[in-house]
């Protein structure tokens, strides 16, 4: 057989089977690249938002001798280009060019009478001219000396941020003598302020930027602010009871983080902070302060999670596309049989007679596999070693299928063999297969549900092919159950006086052997699709409750001291229809010293203004005689009656244990009560229902913090893991759809000759139009009507039967998604969809065979 004439005999089905294996390579190359793309955009999200302290890795040194001192800038510079050079690589890439070096005392106390006491600290930022503007006076320069109690001390000008000027009254030219015994003087001779303030490096210098205000249990407040000194004041700073502190601080570069590499980010911090400590001495000590391996293990966790569920659905399609090519691939060697069987009985050896059948199958499955190779590259993100494997598994499986079906089927010249009997009793070796292969799914499901998946991003690959295993599992079962009802309604068919019921009955009992390829993937597709479509519903109305947790109502402000007029004046604003007012704060219990949480509510208010939410609010019963009755937290433990004091002394009740008072607290110690326990009507929080803008509830309390349940929402769904597991849960259903109904449709052609040859025989002895389509849908719908309820049922249940392996709370805001009933109107419409399009081949069968030569059937040999 020459392979050109063989793709121009079969240009139909050749075609077919490329555009299969060029659309399964595109989605098995171009999801896990748009995959691993979206994980490093996470990464890159998670690590850009967190805080500067904990993401950037410092050094701090803290001298313990005055010999360890360094006194100037060259000396901080050599030092940081000996931290930078023991950075191991793999962090490294991590770590931007940037970086800034900073000196500073800290609780270094100035002169002062007042009742405040007043912590001026000395500071040096090795960049502060790049981020600073002198609004008053000059830059510092060169210290100066001065006499003071019979002695000579340092004077060292420094520059104080506006907020200190305006708060602790320091002035431009005002000498301040600072330590406990006399040591040092600062002369201040400029104001400055940040010239960005939003820049992230401030979040290691807050001190010089902002005034600290303390108040301490056992003495008078306190006001700190940092001061900035030229480079000349580090030689100045050498009194040994000051407390000193450096650091270096080199910046992460979050745009060069991958997930690929993260899992080796802990390591090397734990490497590079071993460098750090041994590098201390008598005269200074060094240590590593950062928080990158607590940030990148919480980003594994959640992408242990994101991997999980994508593995497990992108495994499952990439079987079902795999079984959807081969059917293909079954269509093909079928369409070849007899012009490989002549050449079989005309003395051809097997090898040649497989080779052709194989050769037209890899001619064909390869370039399409490149073609769609080659597309996937058109998407964004880096390429795991998947996206390489994956094509050629196909191309691979695909040649090998088609070859050794080809041997198999003319194994022996002239094998005749009846396509319309009842398929043999399958042998022992068989049963056993299929046996250990439902056991191995069950024992996995077992071990899912006991111990999960590894919170790691190296996945248990047993454990995430078991849905595929639970799916091939209820196929194989629903292949051996289900003759037995087909056989009790060919029977009751039998009985009847109509004829098209029995035959169309009939013939579908008596293709079980054909029809098996076609169940094994029909029911795999469209179980794994409900499956992705339960998981997608499940997390988006689970972020909707999670968003109301958050916020615990449309809109949460937050200000302190709310008064009367102002709670009215937002009760009556345009767009305004309820409002609840809450008051917060911290109070103790007497006799255990506890101090919880407390918020205090008009719980009949914020019902009312959580109507239709998605949430439950706690209810209390009100007073009782032994106190007014409170719900505490789980931390709090049951108890019975209670005092507490907080804005006065109550005696409390306590009536249940509540999780968390949404919007407020979910951890820790806290307790609920009613508004009425309040001594008066104050409030920090007002809980309103409305049409009314953030930006007009701002102008009407410019001190307040607004939050919204639609912000909230939107924040959830924002981050990059949460909308890939969406979209690709979205994506993969319409795929496995898509390749149900493919699986339907070559199921219709694969039959359609044989199909054809039956109807025109029976037009030879009057089956009409109508009864020719009735006979086709019979013989078409019981795997259909058989197939479609196993799978919807199995896909959703697999939730369920999952358990804890399939872990998605990280992508729903916290909140377990199983306790969700998913929606019934993707399933129904999947199933509707293949009896429809079961129905629409019937038709297209009918209407086809109607142009065929009555006289054709009734010709001796012809087929």
Known sequence: MRIPLGVRTHAGTVALLAVLTAVACLLVSGLPRTMQASYDEALRRSLAGADVTAADLTVTGAPAQQPGELHSRAEFAYAARR??????????????????????????????KGPIREFVNLGWLSDAGRRVDWVRGRAPGAPTTMRYAGGTIPVI?????????????????????????????????????????????????????HVTHAVPADGPEELHTTTLMADAGLAALADPTRNLTYRWVFPLD?????????????????EFRRQVDVQGTGLISYRLATGLPQLVTAFLTALAAAQTVLYLVLGGLFAVALGVIALAARLLTDRMERTLALARARGAALGQVVAPGTALTALTTGPAALAGYALAYLLPGPAPPIVHIGPLAVVVVTVAFAGTRVALAHRTPLRERRGDLAAVRPSARRVTVEALVVVLALAGAYLLRARGVSGTAQQDPYLL?????????????????????LRLLVRLAARGRAAVPFLGLARAARQRATGALPVLILLPALSLSVFAAVIHDGITATQQVASWQKVGAPIKLTAAGLTPETIQRVRTAPGVERVAPAMTGRAQITGTGEQPYVVAVDLAQWRRVNEGAPISLPALSGGTSGGTSALVSPALGPRGTFDLTWLSPVRLNAEGVIDAVPGFYSSGQFLLVPWEVLPWHAADTL?????????????????????????????????????????????????????ALAAIVLSLVAGAEGRARTVSLLRTLGLSDRQARRLTLLELLP???????????????????????????????????????????????LAAGLALCAVAGAYAHTAMTRRRELDAALRVGTD
Not at 254 to 270: D, I, M, Q
Not at 698 to 722: F, G, K, M, N, Y
């Open 157 to 209: 000008e420094v520059g104080v941020v506006e907020e200190a000027e305006s708060r602790m009254g320091l002035r431009v030219g005002e000498t301040r003598l600072l330590g406990e015994s006399v040591h040092t003087a600062v002369r201040i001779v400029g104001v400055f302020r940040a010239k960005d303030p939003a820049d992230r490096a401030w979040g290691h210098d807050a001190d010089v930027l």
């Open 83 to 112: 931290w930078r050079a023991l950075v191991p690589a793999a962090l490294r890439p991590l770590t931007g060019p940037g970086g800034h070096i900073s000196a500073k005392t800290f609780r270094t106390p100035a002169d002062g």
């Open 254 to 270: 979050p745009r060069a983080a991958n997930a690929l590499s993260a899992p080796g980010v802990p390591a090397a911090v734990a």
């Open 687 to 739: 809980l309103i229902k409305g049409d009314i803008s953030p930006a007009e509830l701002a102008r009407l309390v410019p001190s307040a913090t607004i939050e919204t349940q639609e912000a909230a929402l939107r924040a959830i769904q924002a981050d990059p893991l949460t909308g890939t597991v969406r979209t690709t849960m979205a994506v993969v259903t319409v795929a496995l759809g898509a390749y």
């Open 783 to 829: 795997v259909v009507v058989i197939t479609a309820p196993v799978g919807v049922a199995l896909g959703m249940g697999l939730p369920a039967a999952l358990g804890p392996g399939v872990d998605v709370s990280v992508f729903a805001g916290g909140l377990p998604v199983a306790d969700h009933t998913p929606g019934l109107l993707t399933p129904v419409a």
């Open 465 to 485: 092919v078991i849905p595929v295993a639970l799916t091939l599992a209820a196929a194989l079962i629903t292949l051996r159950c289900h003759p037995y009802p």
